[in-house]
């Protein structure tokens, strides 16, 4: 038997045809009818069916205890939940709604993220769901909001093989969002005359890919934006006629950028001048400017402001809403826009709606029949629910599929956190998730195959993805964890659903009239149609929109802002982010190797995945090595302000002098919280999109 279904991995959203053997064995290839990836995958996808049947590491049971000390029991779902519930309603009580949060993650299929969002906004009162998605995509996020009017990519793949020009800023997609990057290799393979503009302090395989490599110094992003819209504007590549009828902003803007010549952005950025004119140069003359980033300009102090440097670019020029033009904000995981769209932000209601809004809030009361007025303040985000609960202004917490004390910014804040809450539920597929130490229940759940929803991938697209294998032991689907969960804290008329296919019903309908509309979009219409591209609002089938839904917004130039056109903003260009000084002269920055995945409960499990880097490592320029007699190969402790790892080091001219470079994948899988990444990072964030500071860390290395 086959199944069509999606990757659960990264935000590109392959299509997987699965086969089922007779003897239950599992084989997998890339679907050649995915509009996203036409049949390729890579390592990552290819190997995803060995993660499904190695069960060694699964749940199999709820599991619970009454305090810390005592051994984890086996237990009945009826006695977790209850009691789960009961210590929620106390604390409910006791403290309000907001002593109790969700914590949950973007590989959730769009149906958990809904349901959850609804339990606690419209039922139990409290803002208080965040998501790992902040700590990778929210500031991208407010820079749509901020210039477009609205969280919405404007693009979509297609636009690939239409563009001439890509300008891949802070983003390693040849490693990171591998089959979206053999789209662009084949592109440019059959037109020679297409450019790649890489922009990044490390020599990567986009970057030795490229046309041109700009390694500018971290956090100098914005400077060197500003000075190629400067250089945009005096050699006469602006769009008068767009900017005149469509966009807001642009006179601040000129004098912002004029404020530094190209001289002076190029010896702050550590690029040559003539560098940076050849991008503006080949920027201006191209026909497709597409856009790609992810978190070098998200995961910043500053991102934002980033986010929005880059965005102006398309502005000035008028580059966008047209074929092969346009900012494409690059989703790291499967489902992180899925779960921007249902509202699962501390801020956000469903649809992009926004808990500040009172309007909102009534149209969501009114449609979830709450019994509770939805909280008109945000409730704690990624970062702030931690620092909570370790303050005890937190109560409890719930965490779903995703792994905090690997994960999150200055990681020690995180244990300390989960050390001190009253009470921690895991819900998870894994006994490889470090939380499940620290938890009072453990709930476990279905994993990919083993549960039917859908997910919405980086260009707008929705999968479904189908129920191919019973999961083991006594795992549920989160969905409906969920809404047993309801049904115990007294909610069971408003969660009363028969299946996950009713719950996405739901949600189409609080979509209706907005500009995220899928009341079109059902599990009948996706087994049909395999993907649509959101808008799809009811009728969109009949009246023929395309084959599957819009592939391009903005192509009339309305923008989603009150007055419909767009804002362009001068940004000013300073980081904020922790000074380096004499103690700590490094800038390190973290990120992700080829095959593996986040916190490595899943691809740490496939040997030919670890095969690829088998071991963390800290990658150093040889003239830093040199200074403080380092040598290839050797052990080194790296030392930071908030604590310290110790890995092998690789010296190597792929990062610049006074950089390093340390993966985020280890923790403490290894059995030691010493090649943990996030040992060293920094818990400040953005004061708009509150997204973490992962990729500037002041720190010094030492031979150990
Ligand atoms: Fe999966 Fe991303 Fe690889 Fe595609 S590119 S197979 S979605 S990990």
Same mark, same amino acid.
């Given at each position: 038997?086959?199944?069509?279904?999606?990757?659960?991995?990264?935000?590109?959203?392959?299509?997987?045809?699965?086969?089922?053997?007779?003897?239950?064995?599992?084989?997998?290839?890339?679907?050649?009818?995915?509009?996203?990836?036409?049949?390729?995958?890579?390592?990552?996808?290819?190997?995803?069916?060995?993660?499904?049947?190695?069960?060694?590491?699964?749940?199999?049971?709820?599991?619970?205890?009454?305090?810390?000390?005592?051994?984890?029991?086996?237990?009945?779902?009826?006695?977790?939940?209850?009691?789960?519930?009961?210590?929620?309603?106390?604390?409910?009580?006791?403290?309000?709604?907001?002593?109790?949060?969700?914590?949950?993650?973007?590989?959730?299929?769009?149906?958990?993220?809904?349901?959850?969002?609804?339990?606690?906004?419209?039922?139990?009162?409290?803002?208080?769901?965040?998501?790992?998605?902040?700590?990778?995509?929210?500031?991208?996020?407010?820079?749509?909001?901020?210039?477009?009017?609205?969280?919405?990519?404007?693009?979509?793949?297609?636009?690939?093989?239409?563009?001439?020009?890509?300008?891949?800023?802070?983003?390693?997609?040849?490693?990171?969002?591998?089959?979206?990057?053999?789209?662009?290799?084949?592109?440019?393979?059959?037109?020679?005359?297409?450019?790649?503009?890489?922009?990044?302090?490390?020599?990567?395989?986009?970057?030795?890919?490229?046309?041109?490599?700009?390694?500018?110094?971290?956090?100098?992003?914005?400077?060197?934006?500003?000075?190629?819209?400067?250089?945009?504007?005096?050699?006469?590549?602006?769009?008068?006629?767009?900017?005149?009828?469509?966009?807001?902003?642009?006179?601040?803007?000129?004098?912002?950028?004029?404020?530094?010549?190209?001289?002076? $952005?190029? !010896?702050?950025?550590?690029?040559? +001048? /003539?560098?940076?004119?050849? =991008?503006?140069?080949? #920027?201006?003359?191209?026909?497709?400017?597409?856009?790609?980033?992810?978190?070098?300009?998200?995961?910043?102090?500053?991102?934002?402001?980033?986010?929005?440097?880059?965005?102006?670019?398309?502005?000035?020029?008028?580059?966008?809403?047209?074929?092969?033009?346009?900012?494409?904000?690059?989703?790291?995981?499967?489902?992180?826009?899925?779960?921007?769209?249902?509202?699962?932000?501390?801020?956000?209601?469903?649809?992009?709606?926004?808990?500040?809004?009172?309007?909102?809030?009534?149209?969501?009361?009114?449609?979830?029949?709450?019994?509770?007025?939805?909280?008109?303040?945000?409730?704690?985000? $990624?970062? !702030?629910?931690?620092?909570?609960? +370790? /303050?005890?202004?937190?109560? =409890?917490?719930?965490? #779903?599929?995703?792994?905090?004390?690997?994960?999150?910014?200055?990681?020690?804040?995180?244990?300390?956190?989960?050390?001190?809450?009253?009470?921690?539920?895991?819900?998870?597929?894994?006994?490889?998730?470090?939380?499940?130490?620290?938890?009072?229940?453990?709930?476990?759940?279905?994993?990919?195959?083993?549960?039917?929803?859908?997910?919405?991938?980086?260009?707008?697209?929705?999968?479904?993805?189908?129920?191919?294998?019973?999961?083991?032991?006594?795992?549920?689907?989160?969905?409906?964890?969920?809404?047993?969960?309801?049904?115990?804290?007294?909610?069971?008329?408003?969660?009363?659903?028969?299946?996950?296919?009713?719950?996405?019903?739901?949600?189409?309908?609080?979509?209706?009239?907005?500009?995220?509309?899928?009341?079109?979009?059902?599990?009948?219409?996706?087994?049909?149609?395999?993907?649509?591209?959101?808008?799809?609002?009811?009728?969109?089938?009949?009246?023929?929109?395309?084959?599957?839904?819009?592939?391009?917004?903005?192509?009339?130039?309305?923008?989603?802002?009150?007055?419909?056109?767009?804002?362009?903003?001068?940004?000013?260009?300073?980081?904020?982010?922790?000074?380096?000084?004499?103690?700590?002269?490094?800038?390190?920055?973290?990120?992700?190797?080829?095959?593996?995945?986040?916190?490595?409960?899943?691809?740490?499990?496939?040997?030919?995945?670890?095969?690829?880097?088998?071991?963390?490592?800290?990658?150093?320029?040889?003239?830093?090595?040199?200074?403080?007699?380092?040598?290839?190969?050797?052990?080194?402790?790296?030392?930071?302000?908030?604590?310290?790892?110790?890995?092998?080091?690789?010296?190597?001219?792929?990062?610049?002098?006074?950089?390093?470079?340390?993966?985020?994948?280890?923790?403490?899988?290894?059995?030691?919280?010493?090649?943990?990444?996030?040992?060293?990072?920094?818990?400040?964030?953005?004061?708009?999109?509150?997204?973490?500071?992962?990729?500037?860390?002041?720190?010094?290395?030492?031979?150990?």
């Amino acid at each position: 038997m086959t199944h069509q279904t999606t990757c659960c991995y990264c935000g590109v959203g392959c299509g997987i045809v699965v086969k089922q053997e007779q003897n239950g064995r599992l084989s997998l290839e890339g679907d050649k009818q995915h509009p996203s990836s036409k049949g390729m995958l890579c390592s990552k996808g290819m190997n995803l069916h060995y993660t499904v049947m190695d069960q060694s590491d699964r749940l199999l049971y709820p599991q619970m205890r009454m305090n810390r000390s005592m051994p984890m029991q086996r237990v009945s779902w009826d006695a977790a939940l209850e009691r789960t519930a009961a210590v929620f309603k106390t604390f409910i009580q006791k403290y309000g709604p907001d002593s109790v949060a969700f914590y949950v993650s973007g590989q959730c299929l769009t149906e958990e993220y809904y349901l959850v969002n609804k339990l606690i906004k419209g039922f139990i009162g409290s803002n208080n769901i965040d998501t790992n998605s902040r700590l990778c995509m929210s500031s991208a996020v407010v820079g749509y909001k901020l210039s477009l009017g609205e969280d919405s990519v404007p693009v979509c793949y297609d636009d690939i093989e239409e563009a001439d020009l890509f300008f891949v800023e802070g983003a390693n997609p040849a490693w990171c969002h591998p089959i979206l990057w053999r789209r662009i290799e084949a592109h440019k393979a059959a037109n020679p005359n297409v450019k790649i503009i890489c922009i990044d302090p490390r020599k990567t395989d986009t970057a030795r890919s490229s046309d041109l490599h700009l390694p500018l110094r971290p956090g100098t992003d914005i400077v060197l934006n500003n000075a190629i819209g400067r250089l945009l504007i005096e050699q006469g590549y602006i769009d008068n006629e767009f900017i005149t009828n469509h966009a807001d902003g642009f006179l601040a803007y000129r004098d912002q950028v004029m404020l530094r010549s190209v001289e002076e $952005a190029a !010896e702050i950025c550590g690029v040559s +001048a /003539d560098g940076i004119r050849t =991008a503006a140069e080949w #920027i201006g003359r191209s026909k497709g400017f597409l856009s790609l980033w992810t978190m070098g300009l998200n995961q910043s102090v500053i991102g934002v402001n980033k986010n929005l440097s880059l965005i102006n670019l398309h502005l000035i020029t008028g580059r966008i809403g047209k074929p092969g033009n346009g900012p494409f904000s690059l989703t790291g995981q499967p489902n992180a826009m899925g779960g921007r769209e249902t509202g699962g932000l501390a801020n956000v209601l469903p649809a992009h709606r926004d808990v500040t809004n009172a309007a909102h809030r009534a149209e969501v009361e009114a449609f979830w029949n709450s019994p509770v007025k939805i909280a008109s303040k945000p409730g704690f985000t $990624a970062t !702030e629910m931690f620092e909570a609960l +370790a /303050d005890d202004k937190l109560k =409890a917490i719930w965490i #779903i599929n995703t792994n905090p004390l690997v994960s999150m910014p200055d990681v020690n804040v995180a244990e300390k956190a989960l050390k001190n809450a009253r009470f921690v539920v895991v819900q998870d597929v894994s006994n490889r998730a470090d939380t499940v130490q620290f938890a009072d229940v453990v709930l476990p759940a279905a994993a990919w195959l083993e549960k039917e929803g859908t997910m919405t991938n980086a260009e707008r697209r929705i999968a479904y993805l189908p129920k191919v294998l019973d999961a083991p032991g006594e795992a549920l689907p989160d969905v409906e964890i969920i809404w047993q969960f309801a049904q115990k804290m007294g909610f069971g008329d408003d969660f009363n659903y028969a299946n996950a296919s009713e719950v996405y019903q739901e949600y189409t309908r609080i979509t209706a009239g907005t500009n995220v509309d899928v009341m079109g979009v059902s599990y009948e219409l996706l087994k049909k149609k395999r993907t649509v591209q959101w808008p799809y609002p009811a009728g969109s089938e009949e009246q023929g929109a395309g084959e599957t839904g819009t592939k391009r917004l903005f192509t009339d130039h309305q923008f989603y802002t009150p007055n419909q056109r767009a804002q362009i903003h001068a940004v000013p260009d300073e980081n904020t982010s922790e000074p380096t000084d004499e103690d700590f002269p490094l800038v390190l920055t973290t990120g992700r190797i080829r095959d593996q995945w986040h916190t490595m409960t899943k691809t740490g499990r496939v040997a030919k995945l670890n095969q690829h880097i088998p071991q963390p490592f800290l990658h150093l320029h040889p003239d830093d090595a040199k200074a403080r007699g380092i040598q290839d190969g050797q052990l080194v402790e790296i030392r930071g302000r908030r604590g310290e790892v110790r890995v092998k080091v690789q010296l190597t001219d792929d990062v610049r002098p006074g950089l390093c470079f340390l993966p985020m994948h280890w923790g403490k899988l290894l059995n030691s919280n010493l090649n943990r990444a996030n040992n060293l990072t920094n818990s400040l964030v953005d004061p708009r999109s509150k997204e973490p500071d992962f990729k500037f860390t002041a720190v010094e290395v030492v031979p150990y």
